[in-house]
């Protein structure tokens, strides 16, 4: 018996809050549902998209109809290892489970909520009947708590969407509620893709210490996520040498997101206007994904491990002091001691930059506060990675099987292939240098000739290349 016929016939006799706890305890709160073979395609032609540390709802058809079912509920969430907290999502997960389709199908979602307050589900750039759209007030009553409203909609498009309240969203959005919704076309890709990712990107203000989300917050949020995870926990993004690769990003934060990859130029492919003509295709490395928009970007994968996050660095850091007295050069060695009389385990941190964070707080020197993450976490091979946040790594390797979509563990480099090291003495090789040094008596640097020939003992560019 296929499992989601198995699904099937658990769901005609359960009721179907009983079916979620069924689903969520057989370890379905992983990706490839049912009846897909992962890494191939399902009967109707697709390559079932692949949720980084999420999941694909499972449907039944009904009459010829895809039914999905969505409950909005408090949940427990851990964002990394070391940090937990309550959040708000759907059938157990922030974010919700993604919803998968094609264009052409005819979809009914039922909506229940078990929240203490009302709520709605908004289908985010899905063209729909006025009255299918979600908005509480505007085009339809509120779902009480406890209510179960059903939406019913043919889809005629495709692309990447995304779905969320549209009540009380401030708060809502900010607990974590929202999901993907894909719709696939009905006439397959010219260019099929043999990798399919779909990330929500978002913010949290999980103020340290705490438990719960604060939605108040606008601009000072310390939790930037991927799939509401924060680096190391956000899994690899993997995929075999040659392989296409398609990452559709949904951005549901309050910020906009730089988002950058290693080691290719990517193409941004479409959005939820769908995919886009081969002719307005463009290549990029690094994409904005605006508040509200998707983007999706596809590349071919060269071997590696190639660093993928957003390029706002304080996005890709977690819980960290803001407004704070700027401590880069101040000598605070004096004021320490002091300060240790008041608080023991006080550290002065910031002298020389923040590079040594990660080494206090991992050596166990500095103790946070309880259920808060470090700033910078992850171990690499090459020692500390130092970041958080919106960070993770595109792995590919020469030997993966279709549809593996397990961590490969750390690249390994050819022969010549890492950057080494040549020298240990500041002053080695004799580099071009202008304008002046920082600190007392300091003279300024050699100002260099119009011919390139004046700097500091180099006699011409031949000293470059002495052999
Ligand atoms: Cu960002």
């Keep these: 018996m296929k499992r989601r016929n198995f699904l099937l016939a658990a769901s005609a006799v359960l009721p179907a809050a009983t079916l979620t706890r069924v689903m969520a305890e057989s370890g379905h709160v992983h990706h490839n549902e049912g009846d897909r073979t992962p890494g191939q395609r399902t009967d109707q032609g697709y390559m079932p998209v692949h949720t980084p540390n999420g999941w694909t709802l499972p449907y039944e ?26 959040c708000w999502g759907y059938n157990g997960t922030t974010p919700g489970p993604t919803i998968e389709a094609v264009e052409g199908d005819r979809v009914r979602i039922y909506v229940t909520n078990r929240l203490p307050e009302y709520t709605s589900v908004h289908w985010h750039g899905i063209h729909l009947p006025s009255g299918m759209d979600g908005v509480k007030g505007v085009t339809q009553p509120p779902i009480h708590p406890g209510e179960t409203f059903v939406y019913e909609f043919e889809l005629n498009q495709h692309g990447t969407h995304m779905y969320h309240p549209h009540a009380d969203e401030m708060v809502q959005m900010a607990m974590g509620m929202m999901g993907m919704f894909i719709i696939h076309p009905k006439d397959g890709e010219i260019e099929p893709v043999d990798r399919d990712y779909a990330i929500l990107l978002h913010n949290w203000a999980l103020h340290p210490g705490t438990r719960r989300p604060d939605p108040s917050i606008m601009v000072d ?8 995870k924060v680096f190391p926990a956000i899994d690899s993004l993997v995929a075999k040498t040659g392989e296409r690769v398609r990452i559709r990003m949904g951005n549901l934060s309050m910020w906009n997101h730089p988002m950058h990859v290693h080691g290719v130029s990517f193409e941004v492919t479409g959005s939820d206007g769908g995919r886009w003509p081969r002719s307005q295709w463009r290549k990029e490395t690094t994409e904005i994904v605006g508040v509200g928009q998707v983007r999706d970007i596809e590349f071919i994968a060269p071997p590696g491990d190639w660093a993928f996050h957003c390029h706002m660095t304080h996005h890709t850091m977690n819980p960290m002091g803001h407004g704070i007295a700027n401590p880069l050069g101040v000598d605070q060695s004096g004021i320490e001691e002091e300060i240790r009389t008041l608080l023991p385990e006080y550290m002065a941190m910031g002298q020389h930059g923040m590079a040594d964070h990660q080494a206090h707080t991992d050596g ?16 690499g091979p090459f020692g500390t990675i130092g970041m958080g946040g919106m960070f993770t790594l595109v792995k ?47 003279e300024d640097l050699p100002t260099p000739r119009r011919d390139g020939h ?14």
């Excluded at 949020?221 to 509401?228: A, E, P, Q």
């Excluded at 700097?455 to 470059?464: E, F, I, L, P, Y």
């Design 61 to 86: 058809i009904k009459d010829g109809v895809k039914e999905f079912h969505l409950v909005a509920e408090e949940i427990e969430h851990e964002f990394a290892p070391g940090s937990v907290a309550k």
């Design 221 to 228: 949020f310390d939790l930037w996520s991927m799939n509401s």
């Design 364 to 379: 166990g020197h500095m103790r946070g506060p309880d259920n808060t993450l470090a700033m910078a976490m992850g171990e």
């Design 396 to 442: 590919v390797r020469d030997d993966l099987a279709p549809g593996d979509f397990s961590d490969p563990g750390w690249y390994w480099h050819p022969d010549g292939e890492v950057a080494w090291r040549v020298s240990d003495d500041p002053d080695f090789g004799n580099p071009v240098r202008r304008g002046k040094l920082a600190g007392a008596g300091a």
């Design 454 to 467: 004046g700097h500091h003992g180099n006699h011409g560019h031949g000293d470059h290349h002495d052999h």
